[in-house]
């Protein structure tokens, strides 16, 4: 919040600091850092395997040209700039009930 470091630094910093943390009450162990490298590594290719299948999504949406078509429905609806905000949000609403907030990120 300072600018004294990055978010990836400051993140560093705090992995660093529990590692030492550990250590220094004895609690570090190798099948401690087996584990969290382990869970760590399950986590990242869940989101990387959702950043993928959002970016295949976004190729087949584009090239089947469906942008063009929300954006010729918008623009005959003529709802104006705050009536296509009020679309977007109720799109995101109704994204939210079947996909991961994740998912909706990488998708919109």
Same mark, same amino acid.
């Given at each position: 919040?300072?600018?004294?470091?990055?978010?990836?630094? =400051?993140? &560093?910093? +705090?992995?660093?600091?529990?590692?030492? @943390? /550990?250590?220094?009450?004895?609690?570090?162990?190798?099948? !401690? *850092?087996?584990?969290?490298?382990?869970?760590?590594?399950?986590?990242?290719?869940?989101?990387?395997?959702?950043?993928?299948? =959002?970016? &295949?999504? +976004?190729?087949?949406?584009?090239?089947? @040209? /469906?942008?063009?078509?929300?954006?010729?429905?918008?623009? !005959? *609806?003529?709802?104006?700039?705050?009536?296509?905000?009020?679309?977007?949000?109720?799109?995101?609403?109704?994204?939210?009930?079947?996909?991961?907030?994740t998912?909706i990120?990488?998708i919109?």
């Amino acid at each position: 919040l300072l600018g004294i470091a990055t978010p990836v630094e =400051a993140s &560093a910093i +705090g992995a660093l600091s529990t590692v030492v @943390g /550990a250590a220094i009450t004895r609690k570090l162990s190798w099948s !401690m *850092l087996k584990d969290s490298t382990s869970m760590t590594l399950r986590l990242t290719s869940i989101a990387m395997w959702i950043f993928v299948a =959002a970016l &295949a999504f +976004g190729k087949v949406y584009g090239a089947l @040209g /469906a942008s063009e078509l929300v954006e010729k429905t918008l623009n !005959m *609806l003529n709802v104006g700039p705050m009536g296509v905000l009020i679309i977007m949000q109720l799109s995101y609403f109704f994204l939210g009930m079947i996909l991961d907030d994740t998912a909706i990120l990488f998708i919109c």
